[in-house]
């Protein structure tokens, strides 16, 4: 009886696990904030990584008047998850 209940319990959190996983959005581009909560690493390191080009990133308008913020492709980030940082630009 409890064996049954908890298997039926499990089974519904995993379901629910799946929806979360399926309506997960992917963002198209990522701040350096975002990103550096992501990879565990402090926003001006990831800015000095967008700056000295170690990673792929453009300066776009952030909704701060006209200030400029790093702002990262989503195929950057996975592609720094998986090879890391960019080779220094001599």
């Known amino acids: 009886m409890i064996e ?12 629910s696990l799946r929806l979360i996983l399926r309506e997960r959005v992917v963002q198209k581009f990522y701040s350096t904030a975002d990103v550096a ?4 690493k402090a926003e001006f390191t990831v800015r000095e990584w967008c700056r ?11 909704g701060r008047g006209h200030s400029l ?12 998850k998986a090879e890391g940082l960019l080779r220094p630009e001599d």
């Not at 909560?37 to 565990?40: D, E, P, T």
């Open 52 to 62: 000295l080009r170690r990673v792929r990133a453009e300066k776009r308008l952030c």
């Open 69 to 80: 913020e790093w702002m990262i492709p989503h195929e950057e980030l996975e592609r720094f």
């Open 37 to 40: 909560k992501l990879v565990g």
């Open 4 to 15: 049954q209940q908890v298997t039926e319990r499990l089974d519904r959190i995993e379901e």
